[in-house]
């Protein structure tokens, strides 16, 4: 389902036409979709494409919307952080992305993306997400997005102080170790992982001991941020 709109999101931008950026570190996909928006000359105006973010914020330019990867370079760096200072500057961003884990894509929302489409949902629905945008709506690209972003039953709400015992056990650390490093009680550290197992067996997931906790918060993103 192309278009599927969830909120508003921003301001309507001038135009169109847009003026439009993509960041993405894969040649072929900016060729693509560059390729796909010039074939649109009554929506979009000025098309560039970049491999990072920062060779986009070194022009002189503000475009109008950004298509940005939430991953970039050659570690696949998460780019969330550089979303609410794009989004300062007066640029509407598409997240379109590969991505699939809840946890990673919520926080991109978070930060104050204006769309999310999945690379597999197609250049049609980058298009629906781009004018949306321009328009001020939040537009997902399929069904499957938008319930990454908003299903409960998906995820538990795991707080970012669970997510850092979590990490400091993938880490290799001790539950003392752990304790240490973010200056609590070892007691609170396993009163921490008791609240994760109930929240995952309140999903119905089978979570046996603290290496199956650590595998699902991995799975789903919540290791990503690490102290």
């Given amino acids: ?93 598409i997240l379109f992305t590969s991505e699939e884990r809840p946890v990673p894509l919520r926080r991109a929302v978070a930060a104050g993306v204006s769309g999310l489409v999945l690379k597999n949902d197609g250049m049609a629905a980058l298009y629906e997400a781009l004018v949306g945008a321009a328009r001020g709506e939040f537009t997902c690209s399929s069904i499957v997005a938008e319930a990454l972003l908003t299903d409960p039953t998906l995820v538990p709400a795991i707080t970012p102080r669970e997510a850092e015992v979590l990490a400091g056990l993938d880490d ?17 550290v396993r009163s921490h992982l008791k609240s994760v197992r109930e929240k995952y067996m309140a999903l119905g997931r089978n979570v046996t001991n603290t290496l199956s906790l650590i595998r699902e918060a991995d799975d789903e993103g919540w290791l990503d941020h690490r102290p």
């Fill in 1 to 93: 389902m192309v278009g599927y709109k969830v909120t508003m999101a921003t301001d309507d931008l001038r135009g169109p036409p847009w003026s439009v950026a993509v960041v993405d570190n894969h040649e072929a996909t900016r060729l693509g979709v560059m390729a796909y928006l010039v074939t649109r000359p009554e929506q979009f105006g000025p098309c560039s494409a970049f491999e990072s973010v920062d060779a986009l914020t070194a022009t002189a330019t503000v475009p109008d919307l950004i298509v940005l990867d939430l991953y970039l370079g050659r570690d696949d760096q998460p780019t969330i952080d550089a979303v609410p200072e794009l989004r300062e500057a007066g640029s509407a961003i």
């Fill in 172 to 188: 290799g650390l001790s539950h003392q170790q752990v304790a240490r490093r973010l200056g609590i009680q070892e007691s609170t």
